[in-house]
Structure formats: structure tokens, C-alpha cells
């Protein structure tokens, strides 16, 4: 999506949130990160082939009583 150097992890990458983030809208929770990985706070990814990404961390409060 973007060409720059060094080039960001693909979406693959177990290291794919170190990717630039192209759009940040920390209002609504998400980021869009270079390569098209759609990276939700708190709440796991969305990967450009339509998989996603469990989150890593465990949801704590109201988020996880909801």
C-alpha cells in the first residue's frame, strides 16, 4: 500500500503491527496500518484477506461483561 524504507512487515507477519499507520481514530478504536491490516484497540485485527486476529490481551470491566 505505501513504499517506503525499510518496508513494514506484511500482513502475515507476526509482526505486522509494527506496520506504519496510515488512518488513527482512537474515538472509534481502530487504526489502519500499512498493508491494509486493520488494527482495533484492544480488540484484535482485520487482515486485508478478511481473516481475523483474536485479541492478544484479555478483555477486563465493562468491555468484557458486554
Known amino acids: 500500500m505505501r513504499a517506503h524504507n ?3 512487515p506484511t500482513a502475515q507477519d507476526p509482526d505486522r503491527e509494527a ?5 488513527h481514530r482512537p474515538e ?5 496500518l ?9 480488540t484484535g485485527e482485520l487482515l486485508p484477506d478478511g481473516r481475523n486476529v483474536a485479541p492478544r490481551r ?4 465493562a468491555r ?3
Request: hydrophobic content about 45%.
Open 34 to 42: 500499512c498493508k491494509g491490516v486493520l488494527l482495533f484497540e484492544g
Open 64 to 66: 468484557a461483561a458486554a
Open 6 to 8: 525499510p518496508p513494514c
Open 28 to 32: 472509534q478504536g481502530w487504526s489502519l
Open 58 to 61: 484479555p478483555l477486563t470491566g
Open 19 to 23: 506496520a506504519y499507520s496510515l488512518a
